[in-house]
């Protein structure tokens, strides 16, 4: 089980480092592309990722937790959910976490929160109506697994640099359309013609493809996590089935979830728009097929 986490990490890590390649390389040929010096073009795309950093980490909460009309309650509310929030927060030595809920009939949960301190759950009266205590505590153990393993500030910052790629390219796009690629500070007296057009030629197929390559490794980082929340769930119930069986009863279950919609199904243990089982689809799936997660919880010894 250790082995799995530390793996999951590493994939983590080299996935960032790849995205920031793609972030930083697209910078640079840009800038060199327009003529410009290529730090500037590595400055610019810095900016622009620091930019998307900041709006999605300070403000993504409690949009989110709106969106999903969410209402918090108290202890007296739910005394039996609150008792396994607190067990499982206390043996990931967390501090306990705003509990939401959402009333929708299928069952579901997400966290959100920048830090362990202003942590949210939030779980659908679904979720609550329709497993016993062992599975809830295996999705509970999930979710605090994402707040334990910062999952919110990773998926920040791979969403902004997936969003400052993807910026940085339909800006160059749009530019090469309506005012073309030509050099603005002199610099094809330096280099030429052919050069600065064989520069261009590749940062127009670097800004098409950058996107598309910045998605699939935002959507493989995602399925890490999601693996790796899985792993480290189990580390505090001890009791793998409790979760894989949780997962069946999400997957098979026939309502749908209302306030789900594109712009959150990434945050939900099982995303509501993708039960089915795998297929070519998956690589632009924000989690890892059901089966095969459940194959790998029952895996555990």
């Known amino acids: 089980m250790y082995d799995a986490i530390a793996a999951n990490r590493r994939n983590t890590f080299l996935l960032i480092a790849v995205m920031t390649a793609v972030l930083m390389g697209l910078g640079y040929i840009l800038g060199l592309a327009f003529g410009l010096n290529e730090w500037v073009g590595l400055l610019i795309a810095g900016i622009v990722a620091a930019i998307w950093i900041g709006i999605s980490y300070f403000n993504g909460d409690s949009i989110l937790l709106a969106a999903s009309n969410a209402h918090q309650i108290q202890k007296s509310d739910n005394p039996q959910l609150f008792n396994v929030v607190e067990e499982l927060s206390i043996a990931a030595g967390l501090p306990m976490p705003k509990i939401y809920i959402i009333d929708d009939s299928a069952p579901n949960a997400f966290a959100t929160g920048r830090t362990p301190e202003n942590a949210s759950v939030a779980i659908t009266t679904g979720l609550l109506g329709k497993l016993n205590r062992a599975e809830l505590q295996g999705v509970i153990a999930h979710e605090l697994s994402h707040v334990q393993n910062r999952d919110i500030l990773y998926s920040t910052l791979i969403g902004a640099i997936a969003g400052a790629i993807i910026f940085i390219s339909d800006v160059f796009l749009r530019s090469m359309r309506y005012g073309g690629g030509r050099s603005r500070g002199g610099s094809s007296k330096d280099k030429g013609g052919s050069s600065q057009g064989l520069l261009i030629i590749l940062g127009v197929v670097l800004a098409i493809l950058a996107p598309i390559i910045a998605q699939?490794?935002?959507?493989?980082?995602?399925?890490?996590?999601?693996?790796?929340?899985?792993?480290?769930?189990?580390?505090?119930?001890?009791?793998?089935?409790?979760?894989?069986?949780?997962?069946?009863?999400?997957?098979?279950?026939?309502?749908?979830?209302?306030?789900?919609?594109?712009?959150?199904?990434?945050?939900?243990?099982?995303?509501?728009?993708?039960?089915?089982?795998?297929?070519l689809d998956s690589l632009f799936s924000t989690h890892p097929p059901l089966e095969e997660r459940i194959k790998r919880l029952r895996a555990i010894k």
């Open 216 to 279: 699939l490794l935002q959507l493989a980082c995602s399925r890490q996590r999601e693996y790796l929340a899985d792993a480290s769930g189990v580390m505090l119930t001890r009791y793998p089935e409790g979760l894989a069986s949780a997962l069946e009863k999400i997957a098979d279950d026939p309502d749908k979830l209302d306030i789900a919609s594109r712009a959150n199904q990434h945050l939900f243990i099982v995303n509501p728009f993708e039960k089915g089982h795998w297929s």
